[in-house]
């Protein structure tokens, strides 16, 4: 049996209990960012990204799979809609001065290449974290991309449009610490 995820069609995703995280409680991230020892500063992070939120709950792998061709207009709404939340909350807290940067967390690869093709990450997905970068790099400070899996189909685009400042997670097992380095 496949799970369908969260959104099967448009009548899902309009009684879907969207959140806008406006009214979040944003005590915690005060409280951290406030009582931080000297000379310690911090990375904000929205939990997971949008690909990693449609892949695993809103939509499921599968029915993304059938999704990115039947249904591209609601995965764009789904994409459009869980980004602008995730860019609300970044913005309500970005400009504490002790946050050094945003943490974006999205695993969109697996050993041998990225889960679907760069072409739909690049178009879906890429402009979420290259609005994130920019809300950083506008408050000089940096944008941190953790992706597991292998991202090298994606790399240039990641450092030339998306402009992260730097990618957590390397894997020995995709590509020997010397090519790497290289």
């Not at 991230?29 to 020892?37: F, K």
């Not at 002790?98 to 679907?116: E, N, P």
């Amino acid at each position: 049996m496949t799970w369908s995820g969260w959104i099967e069609n448009w009548k899902d995703f309009e009684e879907y209990g969207w959140s806008d995280h406006l009214d979040a409680d944003y005590e915690s991230i005060e409280y951290v960012h406030d009582h931080l020892p000297d000379g310690m500063g911090m990375f904000l992070s929205s939990h997971l990204g949008p690909f990693a939120l449609v892949s695993n709950f809103f939509f499921g792998i599968e029915n993304l799979s059938f999704f990115m061709v039947d249904e591209p207009e609601l995965v764009r709404a789904v994409f459009d809609r869980i980004s602008g939340i995730k860019l609300r909350f970044m913005e309500q807290v970005i400009a504490l001065p002790r946050v050094l940067g945003i943490w974006g967390h999205d695993d969109m690869g697996h050993k041998t290449a990225t889960i679907v093709p760069p072409g739909f990450l690049r178009e879906f997905n890429l402009p979420h974290h290259k609005k994130m970068a920019k809300l950083a790099h506008a408050h000089d400070k940096l944008h941190v991309l953790h992706s597991c899996g292998n991202m090298y189909s994606l790399m240039d685009d990641l450092i030339d449009d998306v402009g992260i400042d730097a990618k957590h997670s390397y894997e020995e097992a995709i590509l020997p610490v010397v090519d790497a380095h290289r």
